[in-house]
């Protein structure tokens, strides 16, 4: 907990403390206790945190509290979204192609460590594939 605290703390020493108070809602002296590492009764909650890492866009306190439960976190690039049509036509592609290669890896009846490797590479295409259609059926 103190990890987390500590990372919040920093943040608002970091930040523009009277305009990020504003942003959340708050006096400034309310998020500079609630933040406050070294205060006994400080305490952030998930409002707190939301409007934080939504207002700063600082990612510490979030990597500080996955790291005290074992985790670690990593930004992913979303999806570019298309048309739907052509989101469509790829995912498809790409499914036909994950069929393709598992049909022809099992043709002997058993599938080898090559053609594990092509099979689990067209479905991660597929999966890209699909979160592209997810990400261009969301904007339409």
């Not at 907990?1 to 500590?6: A, E, H, I, S, V």
């Not at 009846?109 to 259609?133: F, M, P, S, Y």
Request: charged content about 25%.
């Amino acid at each position: 907990m103190q990890d987390f605290l500590k990372a919040c703390d920093d943040v608002v020493d970091d930040a523009n403390t009277k305009e990020l108070a504003t942003l959340m809602n708050m006096p400034p002296v309310s998020l500079l206790q609630r933040a406050n590492a070294n205060y006994d009764g400080a305490w952030f909650n998930a409002k707190h945190l939301y409007a934080l890492l939504l207002h700063t866009q600082d990612m510490r306190p979030l990597t500080a509290l996955a790291g005290e439960f074992g985790y670690s976190i990593v930004k992913q690039d979303q999806p570019v979204a298309l048309g739907i049509h052509e989101a469509l036509g790829r995912a498809t592609l790409e499914f036909a192609e994950v069929t393709v290669e598992t049909h022809t890896a099992m043709a002997d009846g058993r599938v080898d460590q090559v053609e594990r490797a092509r099979i689990l590479k067209e479905i991660a295409h597929a999966e890209e594939a699909l979160a592209q259609l997810r990400a261009s059926v969301k904007v339409a």
